[in-house]
């Protein structure tokens, strides 16, 4: 195995069932699909094997619900820093999911549980959206409140390399690998592991993703990185 996959985590973003059919409120289309592909991943010896919830409280602000008249999927809401009512940023709406202590915040039964270290929430405060499974978008300053334990534990684990599936391709999984690459681990998303919310525009996110130094590569490669 070569030195640089010793040191390896794999982040396996928000495979829950709302992102999912049959039955999730935001199913992505072919979410259930990258299960296999992600057990095999998860057979691998990385030294660190994480999976992420998106863990909303009730009413949290990425709703329409939330927003008396707007709709979700086709509307947008504005999100101000509590802490610099400057900084702002707009955010898509959506349907109610991934609540808290409901069906569709569980992730999947087929995946293989016991082969992950660690669950890590995000999403929890109701006042900002969190794609990324690292922090908020409010970095001036950043919210603490929206940070999560995610960074720590790779620091704590000694990782040098990241590698990133599950669900959304152009949502969390896109910001989570945007986040991990600036914040110093070399990252690549597997792409048989994602699948999007919008499919067309996967091939405009790998171009933004390679623009920003993270990788897209095939699930072979990986296993070939494990044992070359
Ligand atoms: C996600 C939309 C809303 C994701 C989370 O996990 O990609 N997408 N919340
Ligand atoms: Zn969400």
Redesign the pocket.
């Known amino acids: 195995m070569s030195k640089e996959y010793e040191r390896a985590a794999l982040l396996v ?2 495979v829950q069932e709302d ?1 999912c059919p049959p039955n999730g409120s ?1 199913a992505i289309p072919e979410g259930r699909d990258i299960i296999p592909v992600i057990n095999e991943l998860l057979a691998l010896p990385f030294a660190l094997k994480i999976a992420t919830k ?1 863990h909303h409280p009730p009413g949290h602000i ?1 709703f329409a619900s939330s927003h008396p008249g707007k709709h979700p999927f086709v509307s947008y809401t504005t999100i101000v820093n509590p802490a610099n009512p400057n900084e702002k940023y707009e955010t ?1 709406l ?1 349907p109610d ?2 609540i808290i202590g409901t069906p569709g915040n569980e992730l999947l039964p087929e995946l293989d549980l016991s082969k992950v270290d660690k669950v890590v929430v995000k ?1 929890c405060d109701p006042r900002v ?1 969190m ?1 990324s499974a690292f922090r908020s978008p409010l970095r001036d300053p950043p919210l603490k409140e929206a940070i999560s334990e995610l960074a720590d534990l790779l620091r704590e684990n000694n990782i040098t390399r990241v590698f990133v599936v ?3 391709g ?4 896109k910001y989570t690998a945007i986040d991990s690459e600036e914040e110093g681990w070399k990252t690549d998303v597997v792409e048989e592991g994602i699948r999007c ?1 919008n499919a067309d525009d996967w091939e405009n996110i790998k171009a933004e993703l390679r623009a920003k130094g993270a990788g897209v590569v095939s699930l072979e490669s990986v296993k070939q990185g494990f044992t070359a």
Do not use: K, P, T
């Open positions: 973003v928000d992102f935001l998106d990425s898509r959506w999911h991934c999403g959206e794609y599950g669900l959304a152009d949502y969390c999984v919310v």
